[in-house]
């Protein structure tokens, strides 16, 4: 064993793997300043030519997010190719087996394929870009980025979804144009419904004047529904994409104080309770 051990040539090795060490490192270098650049340049080119041809910010943003991943994939792959063929290794049976790999994909990662696949006319289509809010497989959320595998999606309470895009089979998009704010009022039955409608009026006419993010109205439109103990009273509007929740709480606030300012009554739930007292 001892013989064994004093036959290695220590020197060759610890040359060999100082030299391998060193071409690691080069190479990790070399990945990084490149990709650094690359997704510069990439960033930098979709700048000026959102700029040339005026398109809108989703959708430069989503087309660069798309580059970036593309580029990425590319890179890392001719990362591997070259550490494989530091350790000398012959590098044309691994490009000739990315041949095969594409080929078992084909085949086999019908899933991975059709995700591509729905990524690449989800894009081509224009039926989402970044920053929109939409609801895709049954979930709410700001789009963060189309990937070409899967698409990122933000919830309203901060959770990331990652969606594969073989689930995206409807989609509905939110972000395309001016949305809808209704707002529900209760009045008692004893009040007056033309007196209340007339101040509901009034309030929805100043908050008109007061708000650039009002696109059209607010109207009364009239009694929407006879509850249990109220009369339930419907104003809606048109708003800027994405302010409709902001122009509905301000309705209902001022909504609310100029009803009790006229002395019309929003019912509420009344617990009474009875306390038998003993014979």
């Known amino acids: 064993m001892q013989t064994w051990i004093q036959s290695i040539n220590w020197s060759e090795i610890g040359t060999k793997a100082l030299t391998v060490s060193i071409q690691l490192i080069g190479i990790l270098i070399v990945f990084l300043i490149i990709r650094a650049i690359g997704k510069k340049f990439i960033a930098t080119s979709f700048k000026k030519f959102r700029e040339q041809r005026n398109i809108s910010h989703g959708r430069v943003h989503t087309l660069e997010k798309l580059a970036s991943n593309v580029f990425s994939y590319i890179l890392l792959f001719i990362v591997i190719t070259l550490i494989v063929g530091v350790f000398e290794y012959d590098i044309a049976p691994l490009i000739a087996g990315a041949g095969i790999v594409g080929l078992a994909i084909g085949f086999g990662a019908q899933g991975l394929v059709s995700d591509v696949v ?63 704010a209704l707002v529900d009022m209760s009045i008692s039955y004893d009040d007056n419904i033309d007196e209340a409608m007339e101040v509901m009026q009034k309030v929805c006419d100043k908050i008109a004047v007061e708000e650039e993010l009002i696109k059209e109205g607010p109207h009364v439109v009239g009694v929407q529904n006879l509850g249990d103990s109220d009369v339930v009273i419907r104003i809606i509007a048109q708003t800027a994409n994405m302010e409709q929740w902001g122009i509905e709480r301000r309705l209902r606030k001022e909504m ?17 309770n009875l306390r038998k007292e003993a014979n």
Do not use: C, W
């Not at 039926?127 to 980025?145: F, K, P, S, W």
């Not at 009803?259 to 509420?268: D, N, R, T």
């Open 118 to 180: 729905t990524g690449f006319f989800i894009l081509l289509e224009r039926q989402l870009e970044v920053d929109e809010y939409v609801t895709v497989a049954g979930l709410d959320g700001i789009v963060e980025e189309v990937g070409l595998r899967t698409t990122r999606l933000r919830g309203f309470d901060g959770t990331v979804h990652y969606i594969p895009n073989r689930e995206i089979s409807s989609l509905s998009n939110h972000s395309r144009s001016n949305m809808r």
């Open 256 to 272: 609310k104080e100029a009803l009790e300012a006229h002395g019309i009554e929003i019912p509420f739930p009344h617990q009474v």
